[in-house]
Every structure is written in structure tokens, then in C-alpha cells.
């Protein structure tokens, strides 16, 4: 049974007792993700199509590939056109959002939840939840972590390595620890990667 006090202060972003929420996703999406990451997904997708019902939205093209760890799925909502590589780690306390044309290289952390500076507050075993949002047509690179409450913006490439701490505006190209703005997407890189697509079709 959830404790809906607890609720309300983990998604406002306030201090909350974890183990005081309650509710069955936790128990219900391991059960899904061990038969996933168990499965010979390559030519079996049945057990992908049970792990998609833990989560709070999952297009028909949704391509995970194992392994995966979820803390609770169910606040988890993926846009359509979304692919991760392997190792993919969502710690979603309170909500992560992907827009549509995510793409997201090997083992890539997103973490909502966090643990108080002070550490007699943090040994109360007291933590706090703050939302990931991640907009379309993105781009991450392996081995980046991204931590709570960040929002990074449409038509982003994250490079790899990255630990992104703060907002990422659209169509920039960002990078570092922490993670900060390269440079802008300009009109040349589109032309320059239109001319390889031609290529390539040609």
C-alpha cells in the first residue's frame, strides 16, 4: 500500500522516508527485467513485451538491450523511436520523460533520487526524488550520468563521459564533468552529415 504522504514529498522533491512509500512496482519490474535480462531477446520478444507494461509509457518500437535495471518502471515514460545500448541503469523515484529519436549509447545512469549533504540527516536513511527530462531527437554517449533534476532540451548530443549536474538548452552539442555546452548544432553540421546520408543511399 502506498503512504501517500510519502508519495507527495518524494515527487515534490522533498525529503521522504523510501522505504515508507510502498506499492508493488519495485517488485513487479525486477520480476519483468530478470526474465528480460535472462532472455535470448535477439530472437524472442516476449519478454520485453512483459517488462514494457512496468513502465508508464512504452511505444511499440522500443528497443532496450540487456541488461537493464529500473528501480520502479512505472514512473518512467518513453517517447517513441527510442533505443538504448546495453547496461542501461534508470534509478526512477520520481519521473523521467524521454521525448521521440532518443538515442542512448551503452551503460548510461539516470538518477532521480539523491541523499541530503548532511550526514546526520543522510544516515536517517532520508532521501529526496527530483525528475530527469529528455527531449527529442537526443543523442547520449556511453558512460554518461545524468543526475536529478536535470532537463536537457530538443536536438542534443551528450558526449561521452559526461556527468550532466544542470539544464542542457537545445541544439548544443555538450560534454565534460560536469557537463557543459561545447557549442551550438549549426546549419553545417546538417548539411555536412546530409551529404554522407546521400553518399551512403547513393
Given at each position: 500500500m502506498i503512504s501517500e504522504h510519502e508519495w507527495k514529498l518524494m515527487i515534490e522533491g522533498k525529503l521522504y522516508a523510501p522505504w515508507k512509500v510502498g506499492g508493488d512496482s519495485w517488485a513487479r519490474v525486477h520480476a519483468a527485467q530478470k526474465k528480460f535480462n535472462e532472455s535470448?531477446?535477439?530472437?524472442?520478444?516476449s519478454a520485453l513485451q512483459e517488462l514494457k507494461k512496468c513502465f508508464g509509457q512504452a511505444p511499440e518500437d522500443l528497443v532496450l538491450t540487456p541488461p537493464v535495471y529500473f528501480d520502479h518502471g512505472n514512473r518512467t515514460y518513453f517517447g517513441k523511436h527510442f533505443y538504448a545500448n546495453t547496461d542501461l541503469t534508470i534509478l526512477d523515484e520520481n519521473y523521467v520523460r524521454f521525448g521521440d529519436n532518443v538515442y542512448l549509447a551503452p551503460h548510461v545512469s539516470i538518477y532521480t533520487a539523491g541523499h541530503p549533504i548532511?550526514?546526520?540527516?543522510?544516515?536517517?536513511d532520508l532521501e529526496y526524488a527530483k525528475p530527469v527530462t529528455i527531449g527529442s531527437d537526443v543523442w547520449i554517449g556511453g558512460n554518461v550520468v545524468i543526475?536529478?533534476?536535470v532537463t536537457i532540451g530538443d536536438d542534443v548530443v551528450i558526449?561521452?563521459?559526461s556527468v550532466v549536474t544542470k539544464d542542457i538548452p537545445s541544439h548544443v552539442i555538450a560534454a565534460g564533468n560536469p557537463c557543459r555546452v561545447?557549442?551550438?548544432i549549426t546549419d553545417e553540421d546538417r548539411e555536412y552529415w546530409r551529404k554522407?546520408?546521400?553518399e551512403y543511399e547513393a
Open positions: 535470448e531477446f535477439w530472437h524472442d520478444k548532511a550526514a546526520e540527516v543522510r544516515n536517517e543526475n536529478p533534476g558526449g561521452s563521459g561545447i557549442r551550438p554522407q546520408q546521400e
